[in-house]
């Protein structure tokens, strides 16, 4: 089992940054993939950046360049740097980690608004 919490969200006006942090507990040595996603009112879930293994990144073509996925050695934290926040950035974000052999986790999510 992976527990995840994550922390950072807030009320940020348009073009303003946050840093968003996922922290693991657990079983981190089974952690294969480290992503975040979000979800917006309405909308579906959807990737916004994914860490894997070798450390390959991929992001959302919305959120290419302004975001940076990050995580510490041991994979006990996983960071979202977002800057230049759009209105359309609003959403909860949720911490997720695939592991080797169960499964993968989610994170309870932390809202995440942008005015304009």
């Known amino acids: 089992q992976v527990q995840l919490v994550e922390s950072g969200g807030g009320l940020v006006q348009a073009g303003g940054s946050l840093r968003l942090s996922c922290t693991a507990s657990?079983?981190?040595?089974?952690?294969?993939?480290m992503s975040w996603y979000r979800q917006a009112p309405g909308k579906q879930r959807e990737l916004v950046a994914g860490l894997f293994s070798g450390d390959s990144t991929d992001y959302a073509n919305s959120v290419k360049g302004r975001f940076t996925i990050s995580r510490n050695n041991d994979k006990s934290r996983l960071y979202l740097q977002m800057n230049s926040l759009k209105s359309e950035d609003t959403a909860v974000y949720y911490c997720?980690?695939?592991?080797?052999?169960?499964?993968?986790?989610w994170g309870q999510g932390t809202q995440v608004t942008v005015s304009s």
């Open positions: 997720n980690v695939e592991t080797q052999w169960q499964g993968d986790f």
């Open positions: 657990g079983n981190i040595q089974s952690i294969d993939a």
